[in-house]
């Protein structure tokens, strides 16, 4: 049962260009959405998150946004550039789940230069 | 500060070997987690602790798999007579307050590089 799904594998995008990377959930106790973004050989590294008493929240170059109703929220990154090549993980965690967050599989971002 | 250490960094095994995986969380941050991630595959939920409450075990896959907390800090993940399915990254992270003292911000969960498993 994947309650946290992100459809796109890979994603390639011209640097400076927008790139948007999406995320569905299933699980309508979710309340809490994290990016995280992963080098080859490293953790993930914390991005951004947003609460579901928010449809927007904003850091620099990222933005994500929330879309309770459709269950769906997206990652932009506006410019793209090259050093953000990374795989982007999509997460979530609800009262309920505790604090353990629930994965998307991820979606490789390549910014060509 | 630093940062979630693990350790060793890279394991290779033999099918039906022990192995002791190593994590070190942030200094101060009560909740620990310990995560896999398999080839192809998103981040798996293995175990959660928090403080002295009885841990989270629910994501373990099966009773080869145990995980200790000693003092509050350095967890262990023990994999017992491994398979070769076992193989992955075992990702451990940390956070400032898990379940008990929930508040928007403080769930970031802080990872460790990984240790790669490989059981031949």
């Known amino acids: 049962d994947q309650q946290v799904k992100q459809n796109s594998p890979s994603l390639s995008v011209q640097e400076g260009r927008i790139s948007i990377l999406n995320c569905d959930y299933t699980?309508?106790?979710?309340?809490?959405f994290l990016w995280y973004k992963k080098y080859p050989a490293e953790g993930p590294t914390f991005l951004i998150s947003?609460?579901?008493?928010?449809d927007k929240n904003e850091d620099g170059r990222f933005t994500v946004f929330l879309n309770k109703s459709a269950k769906h929220l997206s990652l932009h990154i506006v410019p793209s550039q090259p050093g953000d090549s990374a795989v982007y993980f999509c997460?979530?965690?609800?009262?309920?789940?505790?604090?353990?967050?629930?994965f998307g599989e991820g979606t490789q971002l390549t910014v060509n230069p | 500060g630093a940062g979630v250490s693990q350790s060793p960094s890279n394991k290779v095994t033999e099918k039906g070997k022990d192995v002791e995986l190593r994590c070190d969380p942030i200094?101060?941050?009560?909740?620990l987690y310990w995560y896999r991630q398999s080839l192809g595959q998103g981040l798996e939920f293995l175990i959660y602790?928090?403080?002295?409450?009885?841990?989270?075990k629910s994501g373990l896959p099966s009773d080869r798999f145990s995980a200790e907390r000693t003092g509050g800090s350095v967890s262990t993940l023990t994999i017992q007579r491994t398979q070769q399915e076992d193989s992955a990254v075992y990702l451990c992270?940390?956070?400032?307050?898990?379940?008990?003292?929930?508040?928007?911000?403080?769930?970031?969960?802080?990872f460790g590089p990984g240790t790669r498993l490989t059981v031949l």
């Open positions: 200094s101060g941050h009560t909740a």
């Open positions: 947003i609460s579901s008493i928010k």
């Open positions: 992270a940390s956070t400032r307050r898990g379940l008990a003292g929930r508040r928007w911000g403080t769930d970031t969960q802080y």
């Open positions: 602790f928090q403080g002295n409450s009885a841990p989270d």
């Open positions: 699980n309508s106790m979710f309340d809490y």
């Open positions: 997460a979530a965690s609800g009262r309920t789940s505790g604090s353990r967050l629930t």
